[in-house]
């Protein structure tokens, strides 16, 4: 398969995994508002974990299609995208401890998310 049909399928698949999630989510949390608190509403609220499921596989899959010099340089924008996260979250904990206010884990994954997407596209600008 050439790498740009590689890229389109690996787009459509997360997209279409993403897509889920939201509809999953919102539907979830909809529902869950008139649930009394119990093990149902929270089989409920979990539901949204299918498709996160799904999306995990595709990047995955994603992996093991890739070649060994795009799958090194993924990894290392993966790996400089855990550290800075690392860095962020025990910095931020310290500040915790002398009155900043706690934040949720959801900040998590986006800020890691982010720190990779921004490291794989500095190095594709870089590149040129």
């Not at 997360?14 to 999953?24: E, H, K, N, R, T």
């Not at 993924?74 to 900043?100: D, H, K, P, Q, R």
Request: aromatic fraction near 10%; charge should be positive; charged fraction near 20%.
């Amino acid at each position: 398969m050439l790498e740009r049909e590689v890229r389109k399928r690996y787009r459509r698949e997360l997209g279409g995994s993403m897509v889920l999630y939201g509809v999953v989510l919102a539907g979830a949390l909809h529902v869950a508002k008139t649930m009394p608190p119990g093990a149902a509403r929270t089989l409920l609220l979990l539901l949204p974990l299918i498709p996160v499921v799904l999306a995990v596989g595709v990047v995955a899959r994603q992996f093991r299609r890739m070649d060994e010099f795009v799958r090194l340089r993924s990894l290392e924008s993966i790996a400089i995208g855990a550290a800075v996260t690392a860095g962020w979250t025990m910095t931020y904990g310290f500040l915790e401890n002398v009155g900043f206010p706690r934040l949720s884990m959801f900040w998590v994954w986006p800020v890691m998310g982010a720190c990779w997407a921004g490291h794989s596209t500095l190095r594709a600008l870089l590149a040129r």
